[in-house]
């Protein structure tokens, strides 16, 4: 994907980054930021302290007006009581909710796993893991969108 074939070079993107799990986050920052590098995309970093609290996050930005879209990071994994689901769902929720209410382009890279395997598996950067990096997808899927809005103004 390159910058000519995107044609957003001149956008920036907020990334969101949930760091409860440190190591997990920093993978899947590293896959985002990698994506955005390949487009030629700027960036700038917010951390919020979980899941729970990155709806709000884009919704503050969604309302500054000063950036294109956003691309959301973090890691739930399954404990032994309900929490994990309701994280879960309302973070899921609350990020769609906000890219509908507010026409803005999301792409939601906060991985639910049950363990941390599959954690470091979706946010490795090697490739080794066969799993692809989770932050990487969800650039690309915030990328993708900010281009589809190019094509359809166009």
């Given amino acids: ?5 995107m044609g957003i070079a001149d956008k920036k993107i907020a990334i969101i980054t949930a760091p409860f799990y440190q190591e997990i986050n ?15 995309v700027s960036y700038e970093r917010f951390d919020v302290p979980g899941a729970l609290e990155v709806p ?4 503050m930005i969604a309302e500054t007006g000063r950036f294109d879209g ?7 994994i399954r404990g032994e009581t309900a929490h994990f689901d ?3 769902e309302q973070s ?25 395997d599959q954690a470091r598996a979706r ?17 690309e899927a915030a ?10 103004e166009a």
Avoid: W
């Fill in 92 to 116: 899921a929720r609350g990020i769609m909710d906000v890219s509908l209410a507010y026409d803005f382009p999301v792409g939601n890279g906060i991985i639910t796993v049950e363990n941390g």
């Fill in 1 to 5: 994907m390159s910058t000519e074939d």
């Fill in 26 to 40: 920093d993978g899947l920052f590293q896959g985002a930021t990698d994506a955005l590098n390949h487009a030629g």
């Fill in 123 to 139: 946010s490795a950067t090697s490739g080794d893991s066969g799993k692809e990096n989770k932050g990487k997808e969800a650039a």
């Fill in 56 to 59: 709000l996050a884009c919704q």
């Fill in 86 to 88: 309701h994280v879960c």
């Fill in 143 to 152: 990328l993708a969108l900010l281009k589809l809005r190019e094509q359809l």
């Fill in 70 to 76: 956003v691309v959301a990071l973090g890691c739930v």
